[in-house]
């Protein structure tokens, strides 16, 4: 069964670059169905959806997050990140990574734990 | 940008109680409309996609109906363990956006 697992610092400080990896077992990352996504959750709040990438490497970023975000594929390594600039308390959340179903019409049928990220000196 | 807006924002019910969560898109997503569960601390849970298709495992007392712009999805028959918050979502357009929340309570 496929899983997703999220990696990297727990806390970062503002005006940093905050990673994120998110390492694919059980399936390829590389397989044709499937795209890649990354969604977050502020404390207490609602799901943001931060962008998706393709194993081809195409990516579909949400534009409200003012290039701020990059994701990229690693197949060799079955992984793919996140990469977000300039963070802020803002972007505290947890964050998700997740697979989109082609099939299910791009639905998100499987999701990581998700791991906190805290933006603090 | 789709805008998705969710109403109630909360909601309290009874076990055995039928309710229904609405859905509106700001314009039309056909039917790529997806309702997810999550409890706290939790992942969410891909419950129904396509508007109206039940994710494998998803008892059947949950449902989804709706097309274009308007959808619903009712849960016929609370159980204690559906007491939880559920987002609507489209993956019509990118960036796929969802909508703020029901909080279902007892």
């Known amino acids: 069964q496929l899983q997703l697992q999220e990696s990297g610092p727990g806390l970062v400080t503002p005006s940093e670059t905050l990673s994120l990896t998110c390492t694919v077992s059980g399936g390829s990352i590389s397989s044709s169905t499937y795209y890649w996504g990354w969604i977050r959750q502020p404390p207490g709040k609602g799901l943001e959806w931060i962008g998706s990438?393709?194993?081809?490497?195409?990516?579909y970023d949400n534009p409200s997050l003012k290039s701020r975000v990059s994701i990229s594929v690693d197949t060799s390594k079955n992984q793919f990140s996140l990469k977000m600039t300039s963070v802020t308390a803002a972007d505290t959340a947890v964050y998700y990574c997740a697979r989109l179903n082609k099939n299910y019409y791009y639905a998100v049928d499987v999701w990581g734990q998700g791991t906190t990220v805290t933006v603090s000196s | 940008d789709i805008q998705m807006t969710q109403s109630p924002s909360s909601l309290s019910a009874s076990i055995g109680d039928r309710v229904t969560i609405t859905c509106r898109a700001s314009q039309t997503i056909s039917d790529y409309l997806n309702w997810f569960q999550q409890k706290p601390g939790k992942a969410p849970k891909l419950l129904i996609y396509a508007a109206s298709i039940l994710q494998s495992g998803v008892p059947s007392r949950f449902s989804g109906s709706g097309s274009v712009t308007d959808f619903t999805l009712t849960i016929s028959g609370l159980h204690p363990e559906d007491f939880a918050t559920y987002y609507c979502q489209q993956s019509y357009s990118s960036p796929y956006t969802f909508g703020q929340g029901t909080n279902l309570e007892i």
């Open positions: 990438i393709y194993y081809s490497g195409s990516t």
